[in-house]
């Protein structure tokens, strides 16, 4: 097993970067395969979220507590969540956004609902919107746990109990200094 | 219903009935996410994620099972419906 991670304490750069984009962080800091794997984990998460919801599941507006957690994803999830307000509802008679209805379509011109056309994405309902919702906001959860470690990085234990790797940590200083003080006394003789 | 064609990322998976299913992936991504921030040997990863989805799971698996007794056995017994 490699030694802990010795490069401990604050990197504005890495943390920086990491609020940028999932796993960028951790590129910063040159730890290129926990970088990789941090991106699929989060991206993998926000981007499944929108599969299986539909964008509708990235919604500042009618969904905000869930944008909240999203938004913790980074600019990407404001990016999303600009495309599906700006693109893709239309606009109302009184001028308000809402998502198109089934036999409505979006004149691109005005933002309009126009009668008649092909809605620009579908609502999703029930489970595939809760789960749509939850996956995305998953992905901006664990998303800060990386950002954290990105820019506070600690010793990393690799999840055994903490009395274990002491114990192996002073039972090799023990044997060490065993050796050494037998060395001394068998030179000393 | 689908009444027009299916476009990925615009329209949400017919998944109504199978939506438990997506346990599995989650579990697996958090999973990922979560203990590629944990190892300390990036050789261990694999090993890790696949034991961690393992446990995350059937604990909800098991959590699910616990709440599904608990109100449909346990309840009836604790808070009887009035006669």
Redesign the interface.
């Known amino acids: 097993?490699?030694p802990?991670?010795d490069d401990v304490g604050f990197h504005p750069a890495a943390l920086l970067a990491a609020c940028v984009f999932p796993g960028a962080g951790?590129l910063v800091r040159g730890e290129k395969?926990?970088a990789a794997?941090?991106c699929?984990?989060?991206m993998?998460?926000f981007?499944?979220g929108?599969?299986?919801?539909?964008?509708?599941?990235i919604d500042s507006k009618e969904d905000r507590p869930w944008f909240y957690a999203q938004a913790l994803v980074g600019p990407v999830a404001f990016g999303v969540d600009w495309y599906h307000q700006n693109k893709?509802k239309v606009i109302d008679e009184n001028g308000k956004l809402r998502s198109a209805n089934?036999d409505e379509g979006r004149d691109p011109a005005t933002g309009k609902a126009v009668k008649g056309g092909?809605p620009?994405?579908?609502m999703?309902v029930?489970?595939?919107?809760e789960?749509?919702m939850?996956?995305a906001g998953?992905?901006g959860m664990?998303?800060l746990?990386?950002i954290l470690?990105a820019g506070f990085p600690s010793k990393?234990?690799?999840?055994a109990p903490a009395n274990k790797k002491t114990g192996n940590v002073l039972e090799s200083v023990v044997i060490e200094a065993a050796v050494n003080t037998a060395m001394a006394g068998k030179g000393g003789t | 219903m689908f009444?027009?064609a299916y476009?990925?990322?615009?329209?949400?998976?017919?998944?109504?009935d199978l939506?438990f299913v997506?346990l599995i992936?989650?579990s697996l991504?958090?999973?990922?996410?979560?203990?590629?921030?944990?190892?300390?040997?990036?050789k261990?990863?694999h090993r890790?994620v696949i034991a961690m989805t393992i446990q995350v799971t059937l604990g909800m698996v098991l959590l699910g099972a616990l709440v599904f007794v608990t109100i449909t056995y346990l309840l009836p017994i604790i808070a009887p419906k009035p006669s």
């Not at chain 2, 991504?29 to 990036?42: E, F």
């Open positions: 097993m490699p802990p991670n951790h395969s926990r794997a941090v699929v984990g989060v993998g998460l981007l499944g929108m599969l299986v919801g539909g964008i509708d599941a893709l089934p092909t620009p994405k579908s999703s029930g489970r595939v919107n789960l749509g939850l996956m998953l992905g664990v998303n746990i990386v470690d990393r234990t690799d999840g | 009444t027009l476009r990925p990322f615009l329209d949400p998976l017919p998944l109504q939506w997506l992936p989650v991504l958090v999973s990922l996410a979560y203990k590629a921030v944990r190892v300390q040997d990036m261990q990863l890790q």
